[in-house]
């Protein structure tokens, strides 16, 4: 059973940066495939970005691109979204997931929420104006 923790959350100025950390328990992240989601006060989950079990391809939404980027370090079984110039619409509830690696190749399966098998439990990110 894979865990995941999410941690780095926080109050940021406009503009700032703050840099989110998942740890993975239970594996090795290479037999994983990992997204980052968040959820605004009264909005849907929405797809952040995604990182394929290798760390070859990566994916965003329009909206965090160039300021948004994944990444994961196996020897620390730990995924991170760092995160630049972030904006108040950027406030909300960020969540790590995985899913087993080998399932998705394209934008469109690793944006949908339901292949991920695996979440964490949030964190917390306001950016003020």
């Known amino acids: 059973q894979v865990q995941l923790v999410a941690s780095g959350g926080g109050l940021v100025p406009t503009g700032g940066s703050l840099t989110l950390s998942c740890a993975v328990s239970?594996?090795?992240?290479?037999?994983?495939?990992f997204g980052w989601f968040r959820q605004a006060p009264g909005k849907e989950r929405e797809f952040v970005a995604a990182i394929s079990w290798s760390g070859g391809r990566t994916y965003y939404v329009d909206s965090v691109k160039g300021r948004f980027t994944i990444s994961k370090d196996n020897a620390k079984n730990t995924m991170y979204l760092q995160m630049n110039n972030q904006k108040p619409e950027d406030t909300a509830i960020y969540y790590c997931?995985?899913?087993?690696?080998?399932?998705?190749?394209?934008?469109?399966?690793?944006?949908?929420?339901?292949?991920?098998?695996?979440w964490g439990q949030g964190t917390q990110v306001t950016v003020s104006s």
């Open positions: 997931a995985a899913m087993a690696a080998g399932y998705c190749s394209t934008y469109s399966c690793y944006s949908r929420l339901s292949q991920y098998n695996y």
């Open positions: 239970a594996g090795t992240l290479s037999s994983y495939e």
